[in-house]
Nanobody, 120 residues
Framework: QVQLVQSGGGSVQAGGSLRLSCAAS????????VIWFRQAPGKEREEVAS???????PKYADSVKGRFTISRDDAIKDNLEMNNLKPEDTAIYYC??????????????WGQGTQVAVSS
């Protein structure tokens, strides 16, 4: 079955850390862009970070730069390491992958979402 399966997340106090994972099933991340989004209640979806395998430098939103890091375990699993979490990071986080050879605007697969809650 072709899908993205997310894991990780949960609740943490401000200043804490969490790790989200995004695993591909039925395909791999080779030549695909992988993007992490988040959506907080009442707010628009925000792109948090993106990583395209052919390019060495991931991109991060200013709101998470220096605190969040994308890592790639292998061709089928990406992680989002979140450090120094703030209450404003509270949201549902989604990963998405483009079609093979596509750029980051051509998203084809979406994860189911995972909740991150940061208390002050």
């Amino acid at each position: 079955q072709v899908q993205l399966v997310q894991s990780g997340g949960g609740s943490v106090q401000a200043g804490g850390s969490l790790r989200l994972s995004c695993a591909a099933s039925g395909f791999n991340f080779m030549s695909r862009c992988v993007i992490w989004f988040r959506q907080a209640p009442g707010k628009e979806r925000e792109e948090v970070a993106s990583f395209y395998r052919s390019f060495s430098t991931p991109k991060y939103a200013d709101s998470v730069k220096g605190r969040f890091t994308i890592s790639r375990d292998d061709a089928i699993k990406d992680n989002l390491e979140m450090n120094n979490l703030k209450p404003e990071d509270t949201a549902i986080y989604y990963c998405a992958a483009s079609r093979a050879g596509g750029d980051c605007s051509e998203l084809q697969h979406w994860g189911q979402g995972t909740q991150v809650a940061v208390s002050s």
